[in-house]
């Protein structure tokens, strides 16, 4: 079994409630038994602590001498206004709850944490409560960190949240607690996002329809959460199932569906004459989904750093193929402002993109939007790039070729070796017989 999980125990469950919470509710006496969800997230286990923080020290290593400087070179972050900083390359997975006020955010996470009814609970009442940003981390003690801490200290992923102005981080806050969940473990960094509705007052309204505009393109990482569902009879709850599905239709375009969890997250026991052991199963179901997010967590960041460099490289390609049609298109007597807008505005024209299909294996479902390289030479004068020929010296060589290294040799290399290192064991699915073992997003089966 430690086997299974070696590699888990420096990772922090960061916990974050985009709304307000949750609803009064006729609270009953009988608590429900909550051994399952040590056993499923295996928080008893040991982990190889060094291990993981020398593949996080190699993967760092890798994107600051490969990717990084591509990076600076071809200003990517002005294109996609996304840095990635050493704060995000070592930080924990990060798990988003989102959804309405008062469909049981707050008591979902008390319940997970074992919160309820102590000082240290998140508020929960009938009006929306807590209506900030709140983050829920790993400490040695308890207390509250103000949002412009969190921004202001670089060892952490929230850096960033500085380009939304103080307003934003005066609504931010951070609540560090010593809890083994927390201590083995927004929207562009969540490892998982839990969508969470009450199905007693299902409402797919404009708000929900701006916020899965957000989520395009993390479809695999959301998964929807009908909480309160023992308020609900067995054929009323398949009908608000349905009803949801159809709602959110329109709003998720993938040929799969994101997975539904139906349950009650809170810790008092289930009401009666309802699908106990449904709800039982569905919850554990959940429990594993969180700890495949524990466990994988080296194997995602990994990926993801890799998916990073291949956007990166993509990028660099594309300018260089803009830098080498403007400097053929310009004579002693050409205007280069007219050059240059003819260039922007009609790049089917020069076959950039094309060139780049025909010359390198970029996937054309891989390119990114004609429009946005407007943009960014609009603030960004093409004359101020150099080719990508001219991006070598002699002691570091060429930034492509160093990119390409990583993308194709360095970071599978690294990916590999996490992998070898993992044991088969046997799964708390196994052990509880949930049944259902979620998808690594990452691997191909």
Known sequence: MKGLVSVCCFVSLLLLQATGEDE??????ALRDKSHIEET????????????????????????????????????????QHEISDGEITSKPMVLFLGPWSVGKSSMINYLLGLQDSPYQLYTGAEPTTSEFTVIMHGEKIRSVEGIVMAADSSRSFSPLEKFGQTFLEKLIGIEMPHKLLERWFIDRADLIFVV?????????????????????????????????????????????????????????VTEPPRVYVSSFWPYDYA????????????ISLLEDLNQVIENR?????????????????????????VQTFNEKMSFFSDPELVFKEIVDEPDKFYIFKS???????????????????????????????PLSAQCSYMGGCLLAKIEKAITDELPALLSSINSDKQPGLSSCEVTGCGEKPKNRYRKN
Do not use: C
């Open 24 to 29: 009064a509710e006729d609270v009953p006496s």
């Open 41 to 80: 997230l295996r928080l008893a286990t040991d982990d190889k602590a060094g291990d993981y923080t020398a593949a996080l020290q190699r993967l760092r290593k890798i994107y600051h001498s490969a990717i990084k400087p591509m990076e600076q070179a071809y200003k990517y972050n002005e294109l996609r």
């Open 197 to 253: 509705f009450d199905p007693t007052k299902l409402d797919v309204g404009l708000e929900l329809e701006m916020l899965f505009r957000q989520l395009k393109g993390r479809e695999s990482q959301i998964r929807i959460i009908l909480n309160k569902a023992d308020n609900l009879a067995t054929q009323d709850l398949m009908r608000v199932y349905g009803a949801l599905f159809w709602s959110l239709a329109p709003l998720i375009n």
């Open 272 to 283: 009666p004459d309802t699908s106990r052991e449904l709800f039982k199963r569905e919850e």
């Open 298 to 322: 080296l194997e995602n960041k990994i990926a993801f750093i890799r998916q990073h460099g291949i956007r990166v490289r993509i990028h660099a390609l594309l300018v260089d193929r803009y």
């Open 356 to 386: 780049i299909l025909a010359k390198t294996n970029v996937s054309k479902f891989d390119l990114p939007n004609r429009d946005a390289y407007r943009d960014f030479f609009g603030i960004n004068p093409i004359n101020h790039f150099k």
